[in-house]
């Protein structure tokens, strides 16, 4: 399951301009995810996950080195190229949700949908399925001021997950929550990982993430101090 | 873009109160700059139809020496009737008229008036001629209420009229006003004495001579005349036109101002909403839209300010429209003071492409201010934009 490559990267420098000088924020990563995955990037704060989620993301480019995600380097894409891989491809969970605060969750969900210009019947179907994976069904035409952190997390995973994306990238997506909120959630992201085998990498320092990840990739100023991967039976930990 | 505008109104009316200050402004504008409008063609067709009701029907001949704006050139302004209208003034479709110059004495004063000899069953102007056709010992004459006011006479009034015949001798009778008429023409009224015309061709000893020949409105164009100068309708009313186009020309300032007051609020409110939804901005790209697709979206969203304030101003701005256009608008100054063909009330005309162009010039300015603001999106950094720290 975990064998084909879904992200390769080499000699991966990102460095930001400082004033006359720059910070290097990412050194000399070299790293392969596989379709499938379950992995989480761990590090203290400061230590360059986001940077590197950015750019896997295509939000960002290396500023040396090669990011290859779905076989395209991330460098080389045209801004275009760039919305096209994300709208085809990528789902984003951010730490604050980013919902679009005047629409339903209806609507937040089928957004990804709209930009994929799916059929109305056929959107409804995928909306209503994702916010099924989530447990949110009920919730349908509440607006996202309405509902609680924990249904504002599930609505974004829905967004993320409604259009079954090749790669689902997700930073701190637990921060706001409490531990039931965030077993519940992770528990709904390993299911959604095994059902539709949809490669999921984190970006956290949150314990409970890191005891669901099968994978452990450890940052450390920039750098990639420890790569470990677990095999556990899925039955075992609960 | 279908999407964008579901979007863009999504978000405008998530917006809320905001978005209602910004269509309330920009449907004032709406409404007053038609309303504006539709009094200055209001005023335009009232001017031009009450000119060619009262003053110069579908156009005129005049003799090639007459000069209205010279009264020397009277005495030598006349000449026998072209054949070729006779039978046009037999049927009462051309109106001969005879001017000449003359002197009253109302109270003891003197002034100067000009004579028009007028055939009292002339139906082309709405000047009441028929009251000419009195027999009384003085010769019935009428005049406009600006003279009656300006000369203090009433009708009834007999004054002495003093004129100079073709001859060079001078001449006096007697008067009666028998009949005041009040158009908004207050060319044909200022200092003007109507007389029946074979009178005043008998006391200018000019049988058959006139000065000027209107003839009635009609589509046709007319010939031109040896001796005499065409007049078309176009011509006459060229004054108007200029009036209107002046006063068009202060009414611009106007519109100018009441429209960069509702583009700084639409201008204001895309600045600041291009700060405030940063992390929503980045969300947009980050879900798949490129940074032109959301500068797109803000600019629609914007734009859509204009579309509402149209529905907005058809709400309160057609009702107060149709009222005005029933009721006039009564000008608060004199209107006779303006020397022109204004009547006191003003009813506004609307035409669609008045309607259609204001909402057009005003929707493509909100669009242009809604993009402007917008185009800083196109060089936002997503990442940055997600955190919020642009600014
Ligand atoms: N746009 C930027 N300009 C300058 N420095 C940046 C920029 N983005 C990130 N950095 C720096 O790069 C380093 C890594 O940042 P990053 O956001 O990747 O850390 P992180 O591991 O996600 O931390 P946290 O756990 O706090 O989210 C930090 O020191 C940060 O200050
Ligand atoms: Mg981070």
């Known amino acids: ?238 | 873009m279908k999407l964008a505008l579901k979007l863009a109104y999504r978000n405008l009316i998530g917006a809320g109160l905001r978005t209602w200050l910004n269509v309330i402004v920009l449907s004032f504008s709406f409404v007053v700059i038609i309303w504006l409008k539709g009094i200055m063609s209001g005023w335009d067709y009232q001017a031009k139809t009450d000119m060619t009701n009262w003053e110069i029907g579908g156009g005129q001949y005049w003799h090639e020496n007459y000069d209205p704006l010279d009264p020397f050139t009277l005495l030598d302004s006349h000449a026998p009737i072209p054949a070729a209208l006779q039978s046009e003034i037999n049927s009462g479709d051309v109106v001969p008229l005879l001017i000449a110059q003359g002197t009253i004495f109302p109270e003891g004063r003197m002034q100067s008036v000009v004579i028009k000899g007028i055939n009292p069953e002339q139906t082309i102007f709405r000047i009441p001629t028929q009251k000419l056709d009195t027999s009384t010992d003085a010769i019935p004459a009428i005049i406009g209420a600006i003279m009656a006011k300006n000369s203090r006479l009433q009708t009834g009034d007999v004054v002495t009229l003093r004129w100079r015949d073709t001859n060079g001798t001078f001449d006096a009778a007697d008067i009666v006003i028998v009949e005041i008429f009040s158009s908004n023409v207050p060319a044909i009224e200022q200092s003007q004495l109507y007389i029946a015309l074979d009178k005043l061709q008998e006391m200018m000893i000019l049988a058959d001579e006139v000065t000027t020949l209107t003839f009635r409105e009609s589509k046709e164009s007319r010939p031109e005349i040896d001796g005499w100068t065409l007049k078309t309708k176009s011509m006459l009313t060229r004054q108007v036109d200029e009036m209107i186009k002046t006063k068009s020309a202060g009414q611009t300032i106007l519109f100018v101002i009441l429209l960069l007051l509702a583009m700084l609020a639409i201008f204001d409110t895309q600045v600041l909403s291009i700060f405030r939804r940063q992390k929503e901005i980045g969300t947009y790209i980050a879900l798949g839209y490129t940074r032109q697709q959301v500068v797109g979206l803000f600019t629609v969203e914007g734009t859509m300010h204009a579309v509402l304030a149209a529905i907005v101003s058809m709400v309160y701005g057609m009702p107060f429209l149709i009222w005005q256009a029933k009721v006039g608008w009564t000008m608060p100054i004199d209107a006779s003071e303006f020397g022109m063909a204004i009547a006191q009330t003003l009813y506004p005309v609307y035409s669609l492409g008045l309607v259609v162009s204001t909402v057009v010039v005003v929707t493509l300015t909100t669009a242009v201010v809604s993009y402007l603001p917008a185009r800083k999106i196109a060089k936002m950094n997503p990442t940055e934009a997600l955190r919020g720290k642009l600014q």
């Open chain 1, 1 to 238: 399951m975990e064998n084909q490559s879904i992200i390769t990267i080499e000699n991966l420098v990102k460095r930001f301009p400082m004033g006359k000088d720059s910070f290097t924020a990412l050194k000399n990563i070299n790293l392969k995810f596989g379709t499938g995955e379950f992995t989480g990037l761990i590090g203290p704060s400061g230590s360059g996950k986001t940077t590197l989620l950015n750019i896997l993301g295509s939000l960002d480019v290396p500023t040396e080195g090669k990011a290859y995600v779905l076989g395209k380097s991330i460098g080389s894409l045209t801004t275009k190229e760039a919305a096209h891989l994300r709208k085809e491809s990528l789902g984003f969970i951010f730490q604050s949700y980013n919902l679009l605060q005047v629409h339903t969750v209806f609507e937040n969900v089928e957004f990804p949908l709209l930009l994929l210009k799916y059929a109305k019947s056929v959107r409804h179907k995928m909306v209503m399925d994702a916010l099924e994976w989530v447990g949110l069904t009920e919730k349908v035409h509440s607006k996202p001021p309405q509902l609680s952190g924990g249904e504002c997390q599930r609505v974004a995973i829905a967004r993320a997950m409604v259009k079954k994306p090749s790669l689902v990238l997700a930073d701190e997506p637990t921060a706001n929550l409490d531990a039931a909120n965030s077993h519940h959630i992770l528990k709904t992201m390993e299911t959604l990982n095994r059902e539709l085998n949809t490669t999921f990498i984190f970006a956290t320092h949150d314990e409970k993430v890191i005891s669901y990840l099968r994978r452990k990739i450890y940052l450390l100023d920039g750098r990639v101090d420890k790569d470990e991967i677990i095999r556990i039976n899925q039955n075992e930990r609960s």
